[in-house]
């Protein structure tokens, strides 16, 4: 049985729960939740924090994602099963395979580096392909952030996670989830999408079911890397029929 197919009741039962709508304009518009998790999906999907850093196709990885934690000792010690607890339940919605590898051990496409406070921005130009990407108070004032690499085709090939070992336990933990997931080709941030990871008002220590639906529609093998928005939106919306038929 599909992951799909496994959740589908739990994702009718929230269809059926009474949702935060996703715009102020839309409530006198009344929309299906398919329609919403549409919106949602085109948000997170398409959308980026960074100004000019919008997708156009989707992005997605294919190869198995193999990992490395570097930068400060303690907080890898601390955050490493944390950080496996996470991929876990990343790797149940997405499919994608999650691998540490040792840190000698040669072809890693992932690093998750802790940092501290003063060090955040000197470590992100460290370990970015082009240092001048790590520019621009989104970074200055981030507590975490990630960098992402992908071919034209929109197939992910690398991905780096700078985190900031400062800070308090709960706020690392869903910081560590939010930019891992983000990773996976969902990069934008949303105070709109409730509840969920990718809404920066909220600090979810674990996926919403929101989170799940959004990953599964990206992770749908139909949902090919490359796939321009304009067919993305509607195919996303063929699948969540399918889960949700009528979309009520």
Same mark, same amino acid.
């Given at each position: 049985?599909?992951?799909?197919? &496994?959740?589908?009741?739990?994702i /009718?039962a929230?269809?059926?729960?009474?949702?935060?709508?996703?715009? &102020?304009?839309?409530?006198?518009?009344?929309?299906?939740?398919?329609?919403?998790? +549409?919106q949602?999906?085109?948000?997170?999907?398409?959308?980026?924090?960074?100004?000019?850093?919008? &997708?156009? +196709?989707?992005?997605?990885?294919?190869?198995?994602v193999?990992?490395?934690? *570097?930068?400060?000792?303690?907080?890898?010690?601390?955050?490493?099963?944390? /950080? /496996?607890?996470?991929?876990?339940?990343?790797? +149940?919605?997405?499919?994608? $395979?999650?691998? #540490?590898?040792?840190?000698?051990?040669?072809? #890693?496409?992932?690093?998750?580096?802790?940092?501290?406070?003063?060090?955040?921005?000197?470590?992100?130009?460290?370990?970015?392909?082009?240092?001048?990407?790590v520019?621009?108070?989104?970074?200055?004032?981030?507590?975490?952030?990630? !960098?992402?690499?992908?071919?034209?085709? *929109? $197939?992910?090939?690398? %991905?780096?996670?700078? &985190?900031?070992?400062?800070?308090?336990?709960?706020?690392?933990?869903?910081?560590?989830?939010?930019?891992?997931?983000?990773?996976?080709?969902?990069?934008?941030?949303?105070?709109? +999408? %409730?509840?969920?990871?990718?809404?920066d008002? !909220? $600090?979810?220590?674990?996926?919403?079911?929101?989170?799940?639906?959004?990953?599964?529609?990206?992770?749908?093998?139909?949902?090919?890397?490359?796939?321009?928005?304009?067919?993305?939106?509607?195919l996303?919306?063929?699948?969540?029929?399918?889960?949700?038929p009528?979309?009520?």
């Open positions: 049985m599909s992951l799909f197919r &496994a959740g589908a009741a739990c /009718v929230l269809f059926a729960c009474a949702l935060a709508p996703f715009s &102020a304009a839309q409530q006198t518009r009344p929309a299906t939740e398919n329609d919403r998790y +549409v949602y999906f085109d948000s997170i999907v398409f959308g980026n924090e960074f100004a000019g850093r919008a &997708a156009t +196709v989707v992005r997605k990885w294919i190869e198995p193999r990992y490395k934690l *570097g930068g400060n000792a303690a907080a890898i010690a601390r955050y490493r099963p944390i /950080v /496996v607890g996470h991929m876990e339940q990343l790797a +149940v919605y997405s499919g994608v $395979k999650f691998e #540490e590898i040792g840190g000698r051990e040669p072809g #890693e496409n992932f690093i998750i580096w802790f940092s501290t406070t003063n060090k955040m921005i000197d470590d992100g130009r460290m370990l970015a392909a082009n240092p001048a990407e520019a621009g108070r989104q970074f200055e004032s981030a507590n975490c952030f990630f !960098l992402s690499y992908y071919l034209p085709d *929109g $197939k992910m090939v690398a %991905a780096r996670v700078v &985190a900031n070992a400062d800070l308090p336990d709960q706020e690392l933990v869903h910081c560590l989830l939010e930019e891992i997931a983000q990773t996976l080709g969902l990069p934008n941030d949303d105070d709109r +999408v %409730a509840p969920s990871i990718f809404n008002s !909220l $600090k979810l220590m674990s996926l919403s079911l929101i989170d799940r639906v959004l990953i599964r529609l990206v992770y749908d093998p139909r949902m090919r890397p490359g796939t321009p928005r304009a067919q993305a939106l509607p996303a919306r063929a699948i969540l029929t399918e889960l949700n009528g979309g009520g």
